[in-house]
T-cell receptor, first 111, second 116 residues
C-alpha cells in the first residue's frame, strides 16, 4: 500500500462544475495535510493546508479531512480552465516530519 | 508570504561535469530545506533533507557522493550534481518551511537539468 494514494486521472469536468479530488493515506498518526497545484513544467504551489477533521474553505477551494477514514479531499467550485493542472496531496509523516506526496491527479476543465 | 528562490531555472551541461543549484529563503529563516527530484509525469521524490550546520540526510537509494548538499546558513542550501550523466536529467525542486512554524512548505521554482 502506498503511503499517499491518489487517482491519477485525468479527471475531466466542464467549466463551472465542481471538481472533487480525493486522497487516502496510511499513516494514522499524521496531523498535517496539504494540497498543492502543479502546472506543467512548474513547481508545486500550496493551495490548502488542513489539520483538523471537517471542512476548511478558502475561496473556491474546500479541503475536507476525515482522520478516522484516513481520507482527505479537495473540492473546487466553479471550475475554470485555468484550474487545469495536476493536484498533489501531501501528508506530513508523524515519524519523520517529511512531506509524503501522492502521485497527483490531473484535472482538465473544459470550456 | 514566504518566498523561496531557486537558481538556475534551467541548465544544460555536458556529461561528466558538475552543476550547482541554489535554494534561498528570501524573507524567512529555514532550519531545514528539502530537495526533490521529479521525472516527467511522476510525482515528487524526496532526495534529501538539508539541515543548517549539519550533514544532509539522504533518502534510500540516493547517492550522497553524487548529490552533494550544503546548508551553510539559515537561508541558503545548495545541491551539486557531480559527474552528471544523461539519466540525471530531471526537474529538481527545493522546498523550505519557516523556522518555528508548523505550516506548509514553500517550494522554489525548480531547476530543469538536461545532461547531454
Amino acid at each position: 500500500q502506498k503511503e499517499v494514494e491518489q487517482n491519477s486521472g485525468p479527471l475531466s469536468v466542464p467549466e463551472g462544475a465542481i471538481a472533487s479530488l480525493n486522497c487516502t493515506y496510511s499513516d494514522r498518526g499524521s496531523q498535517s495535510f496539504f494540497w498543492y497545484r502543479q502546472y506543467s513544467g512548474k513547481s508545486p504551489e500550496l493551495i490548502m493546508s488542513i489539520y483538523s477533521n471537517g471542512d476548511k474553505e478558502d475561496g473556491r477551494f474546500t479541503a475536507q479531512l476525515n482522520k478516522a477514514s484516513q481520507y482527505v479531499s479537495l473540492l473546487i467550485r466553479d471550475s475554470q480552465p485555468s484550474d487545469s493542472a495536476t493536484y498533489l496531496c501531501a501528508v506530513r509523516s508523524s515519524n519523520t516530519g517529511k512531506l509524503i506526496f501522492g502521485q497527483g491527479t490531473t484535472l482538465q476543465v473544459k470550456p | 508570504g514566504a518566498v523561496v528562490s531557486q537558481h538556475p531555472s534551467w541548465v544544460i551541461c555536458k556529461s561528466g561535469t558538475s552543476v550547482k543549484i541554489e535554494c534561498r529563503s528570501l524573507d524567512f529563516q529555514a532550519t531545514t530545506m528539502f530537495w526533490y527530484r521529479q521525472f516527467p509525469k511522476q510525482s515528487l521524490m524526496l532526495m534529501a533533507t538539508s539541515n543548517e550546520g549539519s550533514k544532509a540526510t539522504y533518502e534510500q537509494g540516493v547517492e550522497k557522493d553524487k548529490f552533494l548538499i550544503n546548508h551553510a546558513s539559515l537561508t541558503l542550501s545548495t545541491l551539486t550534481v557531480t559527474s552528471a550523466h544523461p539519466e540525471d536529467s530531471s526537474f529538481y525542486i527545493c522546498s523550505a518551511r519557516e523556522k518555528g512554524t508548523y505550516g506548509g512548505y514553500t517550494f522554489g521554482s525548480g531547476t530543469r537539468l538536461t545532461v547531454v
